[in-house]
């Protein structure tokens, strides 16, 4: 399926829903391509999955900010390849920290960067302990097992819809 292809069913998907997020964050690797960044070379032509550039596509056609949280020991090569797959203005933000930082870091300098509410964010990321820790501040979060694709993002965006219409916790009853 060719990416003007994924971008109209991109775009049919997105026309479902009333409340779409305020910004999508993508991680990179195993996310939105099929490697690991490290294990690469600058040299080297990357490619995405084959759906991912047609959504992106579709959300910037919608006015959906995107960001990227990625987490590698060589940002400088995932920087290239972004480059190279001419992605660098889709995004608003983008935080691409060494191994040991944490995806809550990521997300807290997004916020700062772009203003926009933990509760109107959507993530995609492949490893769980991200998804729980970044779930935890209240992003809508989806764990992607074979990268980004339009299931995955249909999925993501009726989760981000069902969070968006449940009603605000009432206060705890203050104690007298």
């Not at 992605?87 to 995806?103: C, E, G, I, R, Y």
Request: hydrophobic share 40%; aromatic share 10%.
């Amino acid at each position: 399926m060719g990416d003007e292809r994924v971008k109209a069913e991109a775009l049919q998907i997105l026309g479902l829903f009333q409340v779409l997020p305020r910004l999508v964050v993508f991680d990179l690797d195993y996310t939105l391509w099929p490697f690991y960044s490290e294990c690469r070379s600058k040299r080297e032509s990357p490619s995405l999955y084959r759906h991912a550039k047609g959504i992106m596509c579709a959300l910037k056609e919608k006015g959906v900010d995107m960001a990227i949280a990625s987490r590698s020991p060589t940002s400088d090569i995932a920087r290239v390849f972004i480059d190279k797959l001419e992605l660098q203005p889709m995004f608003v933000a983008q935080v691409k920290f060494s191994s040991w930082t944490h995806k809550t870091e990521h997300f807290q300098k997004i916020h700062r960067k772009t203003g926009v509410p933990y509760k109107s964010m959507l993530f995609f990321d492949d490893e769980d302990r991200n998804i729980q820790s970044v779930s935890k501040m209240g992003v809508t979060s989806v764990l992607v097992n074979n990268g980004l694709n339009l299931d995955m993002f249909k999925l993501g965006l009726s989760n981000f819809a069902t969070t968006a219409a449940a009603p605000e916790p009432a206060p705890a009853p203050e104690d007298k």
